[in-house]
């Protein structure tokens, strides 16, 4: 697979979004195949990205990519995932053990990186962005899964990186993405967001929430809008998805029609919800509303699905 | 939360495929409240499915839910989750343990049922093979789930059945919903299905596979219809969702337009792949093609994807 599969692709909705440009090809059916991996390994053109538990580690001069004598080099070294090939040779992720303040210490060269940061600020470009927002996603469910569910005992990992397996039961498991809707309800010319108490200060956005067993992702953008805010809605319509990984989901994104436009909001869930014209949402899009309000930026899959909302 | 919200909701396509009904309001903000769930619990109308791993048990004569009092002479009780209210009472499941055929035979108006063949058969109305889905694939959950993924230690069951936390080291640990995308290539006037071996004489059936980190639904449609049958596609077109609890995935149903039609199948993957045209496929959904080629029933949402296409 080595996209792009057709030009008319890169113009969908969920090719806007942060995390959502992955131009390598996975290899996903090759990765148990002997020597394949191996293979590409050795490739001098290999290249490296460093995730410390869920945090990407980067050069001091911003370099997100490592080769392998840089690698072989670093202690505490506990996973590796195999991320594809592209056309500058193979990507890998490597993952470190979650207590190697030590291991840093003794590598003044490399600094903690905020993931959102460098999707806010492009400072890495989108076809690193994507493969390092897997590769953290996949290295953190490893660290996060070092133990069989089943019986307790420690795994492995196996498939170049995309399972783990238990010698003691025989259980395979798989890296986790949690589907998550993120939904905009519509009455008339306004639209409902809602702000969390650790948003940054003017910030609203979309209402979130993680899909259940037993429901459809349209009935889950019912229950968790009336949950958050008290605001029935009947039809919903698809808008996009994104990869988000903190630590791992799928955003999938929907606008909604909503039955009602008297809010009450859940305050576990939200310090404040409120409707908003078209108008003013604009304002806040391109950060020029009078009172400093502000929308996520551009990498979350809610600016989209506003501004989609705001132009019409 | 108590649906219907509109009744405009209840002609969607996510409404339409098995497993989606679930009319029950889950107080999932209120599962952890004091007494909440446990008033619930000794409420007389409230009933129980019963999950042994991740089989259903029924009655004899058909029936799905049991008493307080049926439920309380059963050992091997292993996890409850409570699944909301409805009209009629609040309504449970019970896991009980995998290793109790003693418990089976001790029980003699209880047999195993094939979840699949009741979402077949129709025997169970919607409104309760919704919840039994969810309640199976909750359970299941938990019974692949009794040790923490993070030190290895037992969890113990919290949030009314929703979650697990473990006292060991703290984590806390979600029920699971896999993301896996299931979808129709289109060329013109004809469609891609495949066989696997596993499936029923004859059948064919659109092309799935599960959502990997760092990859949007669309980006997966592209890889796997690539990986399986060979075809390019571009644009890809949203249909609806289907939870489905085999063991707990959200089936996400597109559309995609093939940019070639030369079929190279993944013989791991599948048994045979070909294009249909829009009069053969609607032969194949009703049961009426010349050769006995037939498509998954109306529970399946492949159904529904074939069929909207067939019907154009």
Redesign the interface.
Known sequence: ?L?P??P??AA?A??Q?G??T?TLD?H??RREEPGFVEAHRADPRARFFIVLGETPLLGLDGTALFDAETIGGLDHREETVF?GTGPDGPLFGIGLGKDVTAAIEAWPDLAQANLRSLAIDGSLPPALL??L???K??LG?HA???????????SVPAASG?RRDCPACG?Q???????VVIMLAISGDKCLLGRQGRFATGQYSCLAG??????????CV??ET??EAGI?????R?F????W?FP?S?M?GFHA?A?GDEIKI?E??LEHARWFSREETLLMLDRKHPEGLITPPPFAIAHHIIRAFAEG
Chains 1, 2 share one sequence.
């Open positions: 697979m996209p599969f057709d008319g692709a969908e969920s090719a979004v995390f959502a992955f996975r996903s059916e991320l994507g493969p927002g897997a590769a996603a996949v469910w996060r899964h070092r133990f069989c569910s089943v019986c307790g005992q420690p995309w259980a498991h798989f890296p986790r993405v949690d589907p993680f899909l259940e067993p037993g429901e459809t992702a349209e009935d019912r229950r009336l949950e029935r809605v009947g039809q919903v698809y996009a998805t994104q990869p990984p791992s799928l999938m029609e039955l859940d576990k869930e």
